[in-house]
């Protein structure tokens, strides 16, 4: 692997964004959400895939729209605001609903940000995992740009990955924040490309080619199965009925040219924080503190037979402290490559690794 310092990593990405338009501040932001993916080990959310995206449907298809202002739609419920991003860049959008959700939850316990006209914010975990380190519980859900996901027992994909991520505020407990963070597909867009770039095959039963036949090949994928057959269609159906209820668009037009003017074609949002005293009933048994009983809950499920289970953000965790161990972010040659291809495109030095 090679070491990359954050620095450079962020430099390069931030000039990447620049360089189509996008402001300075929402560049910068989207360039830390990126390592932050490669800092926890998403090899799937990294700069490249964030990247691929807005050549695909963001700044040059008209997807995402470079230094949009957000607007605040105004409502009569106190702990929740509504917003339509105007397409704006969904790195800058998610960090700042995060932030003003959590503002929220500090003054009334709960706090949610719904938006709408969106373009993809990548990685879900980073955010949730972000607001768990500042002791709060998060869970955001949205829809995904593309619909190449196959309803069961269909044939036809109507849905996106559409994405769940939670993150409970667990530091103290364990040592690192759970964080669960899932695709409702078998597999996520950007596990397809990694496979591509790097050689390999999908599991079973997680795609199929264009003739709707099930394939292992990543070269062949046409779309996606949801995992768990008809429970991963369920929780993507969470997502696209959230969005509905928020003012999104129809599956099959996002992404894509709407056929009329009237139908839109952008994502939707879903952010909520809670604070963990508002969920306190004070009667935690033997004496424990909140944190403790949280401790003593998860130490209980880790019984005997059960030692070498793996908590839901464990494998993130320990890939943070890898990155901290090698002073930097981890990149395959495969990666490393196509990062200075970019760089080459804005006549940017190469990143060279760290000695």
Not at 164 to 172: A, V
Request: charged content about 20%; glycine content about 10%.
């Amino acid at each position: 692997m090679n070491v990359i310092a954050l620095t450079d990593h962020n430099a390069l990405v931030q000039a990447a964004y620049e360089a189509r338009g996008y402001l300075p501040d929402e560049s910068k932001i989207a360039a830390e959400m990126c390592a932050a993916a490669t800092w926890h080990g998403n090899n799937t959310h990294n700069a490249l895939k964030a990247l691929h995206l807005d050549d695909l449907f963001g700044s040059k298809a008209g997807g995402c729209v470079p230094g949009a202002e957000i607007e605040v739609i105004p409502t009569r419920f106190a702990a929740t605001e509504v917003w339509n991003s105007h397409k704006k860049l969904g790195q800058a959008v998610a960090k700042r609903a995060f932030d003003r959700a959590i503002e929220l939850a500090e003054q009334f316990g709960v706090g949610i940000v719904s938006v709408d006209n969106c373009f993809h914010y990548l990685w879900g975990g980073g955010y949730v995992i972000d607001a768990a380190k500042r002791g709060y519980i998060a869970y955001t859900n949205c829809t995904s740009t593309l619909a190449e996901v196959v309803p069961f027992m269909g044939k036809t994909p109507t849905l996106g990955t559409n994405p769940h991520s939670w993150g409970l505020p667990t530091t103290e407990a364990i040592g690192f924040p759970i964080c669960i963070d899932w695709a409702t597909s078998t597999v996520a867009m950007g596990r397809v490309q990694q496979l591509k770039r790097e050689g390999g095959t999908l599991p079973p039963n997680a795609a199929v080619d264009q003739d709707g036949n099930p394939t292992t090949d990543p070269n062949q994928v046409s779309a996606l199965l949801p995992f768990g057959a008809h429970k991963g269609y369920g929780m993507s159906l969470i997502n696209e009925l959230t969005a509905a209820f928020i003012g999104g668009s129809l599956p099959l037009h996002r992404g894509r040219k709407s056929p009329s003017e009237d139908e839109k074609n952008s994502t939707s949002f879903f952010f909520q924080i809670i604070h963990p005293d508002a969920l306190n009933a004070g009667a935690f048994a033997q004496g424990r503190t909140q944190s403790e009983n949280i401790k003593a809950v998860i130490d209980n499920i880790l019984t005997t037979g059960n030692e070498k289970s793996i908590l839901p953000g464990q494998l993130e965790a320990a890939a943070a402290k890898r990155s901290e161990e090698a002073g930097g972010l981890l990149f395959t040659d495969a990666e490393l490559t196509e990062l200075n291809e970019i760089a080459a495109k804005l006549g940017l030095p190469a990143l060279k690794p760290c000695s």
